[in-house]
C-alpha cells in the first residue's frame, strides 16, 4: 500500500519538495507539542517548518509525559503561543525581551490544541502570547473555525519575523510548493 517516499522530506516522491528547502537561521527556538491526530494530515504543516528551521523540535503526544525537555524550560524566555485572556502580544514582547526566546506551539486544530492544553496543566507556568496584528492566512486547506486560525508554518513564521526579523521566505516557499503538488495530484 505505501507509496515509496522521499527520506528528507518524507512526502511521496512525486509530490517532494526538496527543491523548495532552504533553511532559515534564527536564534528563536521553537517546541512544537504535536496532537497525534496531525501527525498523519496530509497537510501537516509542522513537517514543512521543520525542513526549514534547525532550532524547531517536534513532540508528538497528548500527555505530560511526552513533554518532558519542554516542562523543563525556563519560564522567564518561554512562551506558549495561545491567545487566551492573559496573553501578551507578540507585538509588545519583541521590545522587552532582549535575549533568546523559546516558543511553545500546540499542533492540531483548535480542539485539539485546547485538549493538549487541558491535559498538560504544567504549561500555565508560561505566559501566553497572542498576535495583535494577524498576518493575512495564505494558508486555506484547513477550514478555520476562527477568524484568528493560523496554521502552525504561519504562526511560527510571523512569530520569528515580529521577534527577530527573521526572513521566512523559505517558509513560504516550501508551503507553497506543497499546495501547487497538492493541487496537482
Ligand atoms: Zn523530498
Excluded at 507578540?90 to 511553545?104: A, T
Excluded at 497572542?130 to 493560523?150: H, M
Aim: overall charge positive; aromatic content about 8%; proline content about 6%.
Amino acid at each position: 500500500m505505501s507509496r515509496p517516499t522521499c527520506t528528507f522530506c518524507h512526502y511521496p516522491l512525486k509530490t517532494c519538495v526538496c527543491e523548495a528547502v532552504s533553511k532559515i537561521d534564527c536564534q528563536t527556538k521553537i517546541y512544537v507539542m504535536q496532537h497525534p491526530s496531525e501527525v498523519k494530515a496530509a497537510k501537516n504543516t509542522i513537517r514543512l517548518a521543520q525542513l526549514c528551521l534547525p532550532n524547531l523540535a517536534v513532540f508528538i503526544g497528548e500527555e505530560p509525559d511526552s513533554f518532558k525537555e519542554i516542562q523543563n524550560l525556563p519560564a522567564e524566555n518561554t512562551f506558549l503561543v495561545y491567545p487566551d485572556d492573559n496573553a501578551v502580544e507578540i507585538e509588545k514582547l519583541s521590545q522587552k525581551v532582549p535575549h533568546k526566546i523559546n516558543l511553545i506551539i500546540l499542533d492540531g486544530t483548535w480542539k485539539k490544541a485546547y485538549k493538549l492544553k487541558m491535559k498538560n496543566p504544567w504549561l500555565s507556568r508560561f505566559k501566553t502570547l497572542t498576535f495583535a496584528n494577524l498576518p493575512e492566512n495564505q494558508y486555506v486547506i484547513r477550514k478555520a473555525k476562527r477568524a484568528d486560525s493560523l496554521s502552525s508554518l504561519e504562526a511560527i513564521a510571523y512569530s520569528i519575523e515580529v521577534l527577530e526579523n527573521a526572513n521566512t521566505q523559505p517558509l513560504y516557499n516550501v508551503l507553497n510548493k506543497m499546495m501547487g503538488n497538492f493541487i496537482k495530484h
